[in-house]
């Protein structure tokens, strides 16, 4: 009697993991994870990268963009390990994975809400992002248009995603993850190629341009950071990794590696040229969005405005899916909801219109967020899957493994410390200034 309860309640429970986003379809192929992985980290904050190099300088903007680019690589390798560690288990979420380390009640407490910020955060400023994509889109193609605001470009921005978010898993979005990665490729070569065919600007400096040295030191900080959380797709990687199929002879880290490796390709194909080709063409005169200062061709800059804008819809798409998972998971486990087109319909629409309420209430969120993104952005990309691997794997003192993971958690703990202090210092800037406008 008791066996047969049991076998009843473990066959309910896999019906609800079959329903479950995250877990409800496990026949992806390596190369979704190849354009999921760039849809997630390729973010439009692509095109500010030379604007953060002229924060920073040659010497300093190279190495940090470039040890960003080696230490996350590390730290997402690591989590593609752990992954399957336990035979015959696979940590599906980040927050399993965080439980399975520091325990059941902590793991939940160090992970959920960090991973949250950096979700939820991502989601809203995409949000923003592609509104004022939509409309730059529009006042480049339209001058003489009666000017629209930044508000209802939100709302058709928006009304995209009640559609979408209602797909159900991540393979269900993989045509839409594929345009997205294309795109972003195609709008970062439009900016680095249309820099060069501009070439180096007459008078063109190269030089710190902030007149005191603190505004210098806090604008490095705050640069230190744009870099930084450029590379922040680890969020969303072992839900990514969930969708491949796994038999103990073929592990699926083999084929999920592979397309991190070709996802990392195209992520330094994307970054590295437009940041050193932006800084190269404007030096320190260049704007916070690469596209401002190139301004001409009009059809080149509206056309790259419109791939910005593809690329954010299959990039929101992504970061909201592992949240979709945690809400339907709550609802259906813990407060016994029954699973269903109903419940998915109204949690789904209820989460894109919050992020869409907080995107036109604050269009400024980005700013906001590289000073909370500070505290969650540097933990989940930088050190937390070192210190997941050192509670693991405990790796002998002062064997390489053990050099190279205490390496990264310095570089992310400082990063945490310093990256906030810089941004926050331009909030304050910004709101001594009056330039935070609600509902713009």
């Given at each position: 009697m008791v066996s047969g309860q049991w076998q009843s309640e473990k066959e309910k429970e896999k019906a609800i993991d079959d329903w479950l986003p995250i877990t409800s379809s496990r026949n992806a192929k390596w190369w979704y994870?190849?354009?999921?992985n760039v849809t997630a980290m390729v973010g439009a904050g692509v095109l500010s990268l030379p604007?953060?190099?002229?924060e920073l300088g040659w010497g300093p903007g190279i190495a940090v963009m470039v040890i960003s680019w080696i230490v996350t690589l590390y730290t997402l390798w690591q989590m593609v390990e752990m992954h399957e560690?336990?035979?015959g288990k696979r940590f599906d979420r980040y927050h399993e994975l965080g439980q399975y380390a520091?325990?059941?009640?902590l793991g939940l407490y160090i992970v959920v809400p960090q991973?949250?910020?950096?979700?939820v955060g991502v989601c809203i400023v995409y949000m923003v992002t592609g509104g004022r994509s939509l409309k730059k889109f529009h006042d480049v193609v339209c001058s003489d248009c009666k000017q629209i605001k930044l508000t209802f470009f939100i709302m058709i921005f928006a009304s995209v995603h009640f559609v979408l978010s209602q797909l159900p898993n991540f393979n269900s979005i993989s045509g839409i993850s594929l345009a997205a990665a294309v795109m972003?490729?195609?709008y970062s070569t439009i900016a680095w190629v249309a820099s060069v065919d501009k070439g180096k600007q007459e008078h063109v400096e190269y030089g710190y341009k902030s007149d005191t040295q603190e505004r210098t030191v806090m604008r490095f900080l705050a640069a230190l950071g744009d870099v930084a959380f450029a590379y922040?797709?680890?969020?969303?990687?072992l839900e990514i990794q969930a969708t491949i199929p796994s038999t103990p002879e073929k592990p699926s880290k083999k084929p999920m590696w592979k397309g991190v490796i070709v996802a990392y390709i195209v992520v330094a194909l994307c970054y590295f040229p437009v940041a050193f080709v932006g800084?190269?063409?404007f030096g320190n005169g260049v704007e916070d969005n690469i596209l401002v200062s190139l301004s001409r061709p009009h059809w080149l800059i509206a056309m790259a405005n419109m791939m910005v804008v593809v690329h954010v819809i299959g990039s929101y798409q992504i970061y909201a899916m592992p949240v979709f998972d945690m809400m339907e998971t709550v609802l259906v486990k813990r407060l016994r909801f029954p699973p269903g087109l109903t419940l998915r319909l109204i949690t789904r629409s209820a989460y894109v219109a919050f992020t869409m309420f907080v995107g036109i209430t604050f269009p400024f969120f980005g700013g906001l967020l590289s000073f909370f993104g500070g505290f969650a952005f540097a933990p989940t990309t930088y050190f937390l899957p070192c210190i997941m691997w050192l509670a693991i794997y405990k790796p002998r003192r002062f064997s390489l493994s053990w050099i190279t993971n205490w390496i990264c958690i310095i570089l992310g703990v400082l990063l945490m410390i310093l990256a906030p202090i810089g941004a926050l210092r331009d909030i304050i800037g910004n709101i001594i200034d009056k330039q935070y406008k609600f509902y713009q």
């Open positions: 994870s190849a354009f999921h604007y953060a190099m002229s560690m336990v035979p520091f325990g059941e009640k991973q949250l910020i950096v979700e972003s490729f195609s922040a797709g680890h969020n969303v990687v800084y190269w063409a």
